[in-house]
């Protein structure tokens, strides 16, 4: 499986998420998870965050997804450093869903925040396998994403979380 396969659909049946893992039970479960891509499909009105986990101390995996539906709102606000690639790591975070919308908040630093508004939202941890191919030496921009997942990057869901706007929001 592709980590784009994830973005049309989260697979049924995968493991829940322990509310440690769940940030849809508790959103500071985010905190130093670094954003390192967002895919906006807007035909489909689907939103993919694409979290690197390896400064997080509480979520399990390499990689994470987390993934709006329904999408109606997409909004990073950035540094002036944003014009290339940098790890944005989640300094805060918060979800809000009331019976029309969930609205997703993650601010981080470098001075960055990203807004997400949706219908729905799945938050799926990865077991990734990035490409181990060394990039061309003259080729910067690939040298700055290489061993980074980014869509075409093959994994594994280890578990999975989900949020609707009309269902009951999980309890701490």
Avoid: K, Y
Wanted: proline share 8%.
């Amino acid at each position: 499986m592709q980590v784009r396969d994830l973005l049309f659909g989260v697979p049924s049946g995968l493991p829940p998420l322990a509310d440690t893992e769940d940030p849809f039970a508790d959103a500071l479960a985010l905190v130093d998870a670094q954003v390192t891509r967002v895919i906006v499909d807007i035909p489909a009105g689907v939103v993919g965050v694409l979290l690197e986990l390896r400064q997080s101390t509480r979520l399990r995996g390499t990689t994470a997804l987390l993934r709006v539906t329904g999408a109606v709102r997409q909004e990073w606000t950035g540094s002036a450093s944003a014009n290339r690639f940098t790890a944005w790591s989640i300094t805060d975070a918060a979800i809000d869903r009331d019976l029309t919308a969930i609205r997703i908040a993650l601010h981080c630093l470098p001075a960055g925040s990203l807004h997400l508004t949706g219908t729905a939202a799945d938050f799926v941890l990865l077991s990734a396998r990035p490409d181990r191919t060394p990039p061309s030496s003259t080729d910067p921009a690939a040298l700055l994403r290489f061993g980074v997942v980014d869509e075409s990057t093959v994994c594994d869901p280890l578990g999975a979380a989900h949020l609707r706007s009309s269902a009951p929001f999980p309890r701490h």
